[in-house]
């Protein structure tokens, strides 16, 4: 196995699947030649060729839409919106045709497309490039919403993505393209779309979080071990929608307690969601309020205060101490 | 260079074959076997018919808002004739000319209008796409499609039509560029049907024509009288062999009139005069057709009272069919069905929940 | 005073702020000789002319980017998008530029827009005409999204929804349009955005809603009174956006069960951010798992089988005894 | 009709002055004051040597991602002197020398793309937009502020400002109609500097040229050398005198070229020959402004000089007071400040929330 950066690992699923299946076609701005401004694409082009790779014009609604039309045709166009900050230009198409089209036909027709987009602070990135709103797509039936969080199940997820018969939104976390390396096998993985994962086993606590913020979350696990003794479950999400409520609620009957973490705008967002599900799924079970810790409602600021926006271990820790009256 | 006029190299034309006084330019006309001749007739007065039952229907609380195509049944048809099975069909929601041409039944048509999700289904292999409401959006799908068909190195047309109106919207300037881009084998069909809803054409754009848009492009256009039936047949039929041998796509603007209200919700007189629809009923598509058909001898006026009694006939039963498959069609369970390939768990909660609702309440909820 | 339907009193509201104020300008798809399709604003072109009142070109992208435009020359725009449904085409613009230039520009600037929209089920309408997706607005900062539920309180938070110097999402129930009518005072007449009201007093149960289903709602707690002797409080939130959630707390606090009802999709919609607020303002009160009544997870059906996506008042009642536990 | 060439009524040109060559064309010379002429050749030189300079913070880490601007200073500049203190300037993103020739300070410049909020504030009651990031949108505030005008029978102009990717855009599309059709006083600036990232134009449209687009709005459109400051002044004069006096809209194509690379994160080399940018340098407009003004006399190689050094200096002295700034500019709080006219219960306790995060944890807070 290979140690992979999250960027290298998404690579190599476009590239094994393409190799696989000659029905998957990239196409966005700049993912050709230039190999996408995060290199996530890079050398597919040379590899594939150029009606393989689009390098397209510069219109998400087209990128979107002309997707749909490949993937009604029976190809799997896997489409990047260049920042997440930029899909909104196609919100329309999503909303109106790739999330409805199986619904509406009865399932004669169906838009197995994949639209790839970077989100997230953490990079020192302008205006518009920070963004973290996948609850808009959540909110959407007839999409999947999906955000892995490391090297490895983004590789897998990715190959699961574009195997999908529906249309997945994958948001791809800048602060990870690169932060740190991770063994990713070469032979063929998947990893099922709407399912979590539990990747720390603890009684004391429940923490569930997805994307970036995985890896302050384990900090904070790992510090409220230390300093308290306190032992906590942490579940990746993997997949936002369809929201998989069955292990946060099995956990939440054990812990009693539970901290949900997101860099998304706290109002209205997926952490509301899932609050909610657990209060549908294990109230009596509760011995404190779940505590949401959120980006604020607010535009994410420019770089020099972002971290203050973004979660950080302190303040997980902080929510966690309080949930658990410490 | 230092300072002179650009030419644009594409070329815009203008093509009328048949005019409405009922002069035919023998130079141009299209020559078309009496047969396809007599089906296209067929068509366009089953559409008429239908348009026409669909309104009594709807008057009658029988079905819900439907948007008429009186009067714009020569620029679809004209079009459509020249699509084969293989190639794909992609509408906007005033094309029942086209989609009957296509092979649509009329009972699909009558369960969709009703509020039926049965009605929006194709049959199995047809490469038609179901209406599409978002004004505009289709043209980007069309693209797509064709790209694919390329893609594949299949001979592959895809027809895909809009109003007037559309031509304001991104997606018709972004589908439009990323077609001439990829020369796909697109053919863009805007019916200027002179209104979107209250709009005139005037409000919606400051070109005297819709065609001259194609130059933003670099991709041939062409405008016609979209109520003469061989004019709109020889420009189409130009274009889908353009397409179809690797020439790219082509803007064909028809000219032609909503004669009817915009929807059944819509109250034409808030907005134009009946001397503007009169005037345009002298320019119907489909007396000119018949008068062509009739001069021609491709049909008689008995052969012609026999067809219209057909039809009305047909458009009966359809009627009577779909009237007796909408109390079939009762089951509020079935919009669970294909939202994804699987149903998810928690909607599948959803969906017992909803089993229990209605066994509750049987068919009787109050909503206040 | 005059009895009018919701269409009337929002025709009078936007009249008498035309009346009263130049900056005031319509715009939209049909708004103008045509009055709009629903007749919201019959007759004020005839009253102010085309320069006021304009017809504007199908592209609703255009009517808020250009709304935009005028709002920060300093007039105060209200577009319209015909249906809410067709709103996601400026979705980009709303999110990008409108949400954003006040505080881009450090309070230099600032966008006094109101965004019109028909909302929700309820008219037998075709596809894309009947969606209630006010959480997409909500869950973005620096917005306001408003729901009115009557003809009176429709009148007066458009006036005040004009008068706010911050962009205002209105969102007006199909449903509601026609359906009775109130009497609507002649004289102005505001309500404060950003503010729920109690409509029905009760100890024995925390109802909210807001829009169409505050009728059902009251039904509802009608029916929970002569069947069951419940006393239920009713909340209509009328600003969902930001939301005022210091009535619904306190109202638990007295109940101790509650039940959110909306139209829209369940997952990741309004009522997640209302039980999540109702848990982290009064956890130590809650006697039961607040529930959610609201749309299915799916696109709305077609019309045949609307009445079975939109709550009713069997479903809310339902709902109600079953956190009651009768 | 019956078939004939439609022939489009408004016309689109093409103008260059003064050549790479230096090659002056005397009947199209506009006239200028010297003081003017030096005006704007004192902010090309501003605008250069600060981007240089942004280039060399960015490269130390001193700044964040920036867009340079080399390259394309004429075609900012010759636009931009056009416009009157209560004309509305519509940028972009790459607009640095429109933006000094306004006024906006160097400091705000860096605050700005340092990650500072406050570098966005602009000068009370400036008619300026700040940097619009989403491509081809802020086309339709342009529009908006131009109606807006008309309305208020002001005899104002908006210039607006966008690259040649924006034009594929669906809001540039919408934009232009929009401005067509209400003949909103808007001047639309089309900088096509050859690339959008590692797109050519040719993968951008089908069409030779971007001004040929005009004629699917009915819109006057020019096409001139982007490199050749009078050429770019000439254009614009006679496009903001018809927008003043109500002759509606122009669509201006600017053909210059991005001599550096797409922002401090992109990496030319990948998608663009050596070649092809030593080609461009030979076009570079501040060399070919400069040996007009030595030719014509109205500067001397002493007196540029001297201008150089104090150019040098003020972007010296602002970037010692702006780095100064930011070190006073460090309260987080401030991100709660302007999203609404006034704070909500719910934000204000998100806000004593991060005071006490803040207080609790002074600067370090980890983010794993
Ligand atoms: C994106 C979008 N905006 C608004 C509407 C509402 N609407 C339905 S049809 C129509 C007018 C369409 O005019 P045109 O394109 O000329 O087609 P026609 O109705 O004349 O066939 C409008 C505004 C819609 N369906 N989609
Ligand atoms: C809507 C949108 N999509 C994508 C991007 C990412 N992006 C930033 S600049 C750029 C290229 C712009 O090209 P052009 O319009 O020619 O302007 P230039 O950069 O050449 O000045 C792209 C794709 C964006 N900022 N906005
Ligand atoms: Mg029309
Ligand atoms: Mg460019």
Redesign the pocket.
Known sequence: MAKMTMVQALNLALQQEMAKDDRVILLG??VGVDGGVFRVTDGLIDTFGKNRVLDTP?A?SAIAGMSIGMAIYGLRPVCEA??SG?SY?CFHQLENHAARLRWRSQGRLSVPMVLRAPYGGGVRALE?HSESREAYWAHTPGLKMVIPSGPRNARALMVSAIRDPDPVIFYEAKALYRAYREEVPEEEETLPIGQSQVIREGKDLTMIAYGAMIRPTLEAAEELRASDGVEAEVIDLLTISPLDDSLMVQSLTKTGRAVVVHEAPRSFGPGAEIVSRLMEGAFFYLQAPIARVTGHDLIIPYFSREKWFVPSVQRIVAAARNTLAL | MPRQNLTVTDTIEELSILDDLGNLDKDLEPQIADEQLLKIYRTMLLARRFDERMLDLQRQGRIGTFPPIKGQEAAQLGAIVHLLPDDWFVQAFREVAAELWRGRSMESILLYFNGFNEGAILPEGQRDLPLSIPVGSQVLHAVGLGWAANYRQKKEVVMAFFGDGATSQGDFHEGLNFAAVYQTPTVFVCQNNGWAISTTVKQQTHTPTLVQKALAYGMPGIRVDGNDILAVYAAAGEAVERARNGGGPTFIECVTYRLMMHTTADDPKRYRTDEEVETWKKRDPLPRFTNYLLNKGTATAQSLDDLEAQVLQEIQTAVERAEAQMKELSDPLAMFDHLYAELPPYLARQKSDLAEEIAANGKEVQHG
């Open positions: 701005e700049d510069l998400e260049q920042f930029f230009h518009h």
